[in-house]
C-alpha cells in the first residue's frame, strides 16, 4: 500500500474544509468557486482512496469514477451517494463548468457525504 488510510482520510478532511471555508466566507460574489470544485474534487478522491488503503485494496485508476466503482463494490451502501454529477476533474477546461451552481452544489455535496457516511461507519474520527 503507497499510503496509509489515515494519511488520505487527513487530506481529504482538510480539502473539505477548504471548500467549505471558501464556499461560505463572507460575500458570496467573491467566492472562488473552481477552488470549492477543486477542493471538494480533492477530498471526494482521498475519501475514496483512503476507504480502498482502509481495506487494504489499490486503486486500480485515479479516476473518481473508477475509484467509486471500486469502493462499492466493498460498501454496497456507497452507491446512495449521488456522483453522477460530480464533473470535477484535475483538467482546466471542465473545471470552466465549476462557475455553474449545480456542479459546485454536485461535488460539494458528494464530499461532504461520504465524510458523513464514512464517520457514521466509524472509519473517520
Do not use: W
Not at 4 to 15: M, V, W
Not at 68 to 93: G, P, S, T, W
Amino acid at each position: 500500500m503507497e499510503q496509509s488510510a489515515d494519511h488520505y482520510f487527513k487530506i481529504a478532511a482538510k480539502k473539505l474544509q477548504e471548500a467549505n471555508e471558501e464556499l461560505f466566507r463572507n460575500g458570496n460574489d467573491s467566492v472562488d468557486k473552481k477552488l470549492v470544485c477543486q477542493n471538494a474534487h480533492m477530498a471526494i478522491e482521498n475519501y475514496l482512496k483512503g476507504f480502498l488503503a482502509f481495506h487494504e485494496t489499490s486503486p486500480t485508476n485515479n479516476s473518481i469514477a473508477q475509484l467509486f466503482e471500486q469502493c462499492v463494490a466493498i460498501d454496497i451502501h456507497l452507491q446512495k451517494i449521488e456522483m453522477k454529477n460530480v464533473i470535477c476533474k484535475h483538467n482546466d477546461a471542465l473545471f470552466l463548468k465549476c462557475e455553474e451552481i449545480e456542479a459546485i452544489t454536485a461535488c460539494f455535496e458528494a464530499a461532504d457525504n461520504i465524510d458523513t457516511y464514512f464517520r457514521r461507519i466509524n472509519i473517520l474520527n
